[in-house]
Nanobody
Framework: QVQLVESGGGLVQAGGSLRLSCAASGSTSSIRLMDWYRQAPGKQRELVAQITAGGSTYYLDSMKGRFSISRDNAKNTVYLQMNSLKPEDTAVYYC??????????WGQGTQVTVSS
C-alpha cells in the first residue's frame, strides 16, 4: 500500500503563493502517477495537475502558468507550487497516487484559503 500525507496549506491573500507537499510512504517504488486534485465547497473534485514517474506533467488549463507540479524521488515527495493565487482557488487540495497499475491512494487533504 501507499500512504500519502499533504502539508503546506493555509490562508493567503490574493496574488500570493503557497507550496503544497505530498509525502508518500509504503510501496513507493510502484507509484506510476501522482496527482493533485481540489474540491471547493459545493463543487465536484477536479484534477489540478499530475506528474508521471518519468516526470511528464499535465495541468488543467486554468492552472497553466500559475501552478507547477514537481517531484523529488529521493524524498518520495510531490510538490504543487501555486502562484498568483485567486479567491476561486480556495478549496481542499488532495494528493492522489496511482500504483500497482490500478490501485489508488488518497491523502487526507489540506485546506487552501485565498482571501480577496
Amino acid at each position: 500500500q501507499v500512504q500519502l500525507v499533504e502539508s503546506g496549506g493555509g490562508l493567503v491573500q490574493a496574488g500570493g503563493s503557497l507550496r503544497l507537499s505530498c509525502a508518500a510512504s509504503g510501496s513507493t517504488s510502484s507509484i506510476r502517477l501522482m496527482d493533485w486534485y481540489r474540491q471547493a465547497p459545493g463543487k465536484q473534485r477536479e484534477l489540478v495537475a499530475q506528474i508521471t514517474a518519468g516526470g511528464s506533467t499535465y495541468y488543467l488549463d486554468s492552472m497553466k502558468g500559475r501552478f507547477s507540479i514537481s517531484r523529488d524521488n529521493a524524498k518520495n515527495t510531490v510538490y504543487l507550487q501555486m502562484n498568483s493565487l485567486k479567491p476561486e482557488d480556495t478549496a481542499v487540495y488532495y494528493c492522489r497516487a496511482q500504483y500497482d497499475i490500478i490501485r489508488i491512494s488518497w491523502g487526507q487533504g489540506t485546506q487552501v484559503t485565498v482571501s480577496s
